[in-house]
T-cell receptor
């Protein structure tokens, strides 16, 4: 079956612009996660959605970052007034179980470059 | 909060040799330890995982060991092949957050 799908695969934009990144989780997966991966670094947790519960936003680095998940499926991560330090690969993952202690399946990410 | 350290950062081996990557974690409540393989331009792929009630798990050429007392776990790859070349990440979870190590770049030379 289809895995986690992210779009766009690459995004180049100017500093100060807003960007939207999209994630389509695996069908039936109730949990959805966003991570940020800077060059040569590990994965930094950003936000977690589980069903209709309030999302865990504890990893968002600033109020310029926000995310939503419509209908319990597709999610959009929005970065407003982008800065050069926002350049990174943004990864989305989904899981069939709401607990973190279950396998997470990743998409191939969106590579974001801020000029 | 949880902290996961991973060593080495880079590892080069000859094809057919074994490779070992080690991770330590700080939160004794961690109960789930997955390992991911990430190839260039791709997302991380789960290759093996282990839970805190198990000391060792094996899947063909890949094995993971867990020492809860010492709070460390290791990935072992035997009979390495060039296609094993990638970045490997360990992670630890306490049912709250999945915290990743900083990754090991493995190069297998033919």
């Amino acid at each position: 079956g289809a895995g986690v799908s992210q779009s766009p695969s690459n995004k180049v934009t100017e500093k100060g612009k807003d960007v939207e990144l999209r994630c389509d989780p695996i069908s039936g997966h109730t949990a959805l996660y966003w991570y940020r991966q800077s060059l040569g670094q590990g994965l930094e947790f950003l936000i977690y959605f589980q069903g209709n519960s309030a999302p865990d936003k504890s990893g968002l680095p600033s109020d310029r970052f926000s995310a939503e998940r419509t209908g319990g499926s597709v999610s959009t991560l929005t970065i407003q007034r982008t800065q050069q330090e926002d350049s990174a690969v943004y990864l989305c993952a989904s899981s069939s179980n709401p607990m973190f202690a279950q396998p997470q399946h990743f998409g191939d990410g969106t590579r974001l470059s801020i000029l | 909060g949880e902290n996961v350290e991973q060593h080495p950062s880079t590892l080069s081996v000859q094809e057919g040799d074994s490779a070992v990557i080690k991770c330590t974690y700080s939160d004794s409540a961690s109960n789930y330890f997955p390992w991911y393989k990430q190839e260039l331009g791709k997302g991380p792929q789960l290759i093996i995982d282990i839970r805190s009630n198990v000391g060792e798990k094996k899947d063909q050429r890949i094995a993971v060991t867990l020492n809860k007392t010492a709070k460390h776990f290791s990935l072992h790859i035997t009979e390495t092949q060039p296609e094993d070349s990638a970045v490997y990440f360990c992670a630890a979870s306490t049912n709250d957050k999945l915290i990743f190590g900083t990754g090991t770049r493995l190069q297998v030379f033919p």
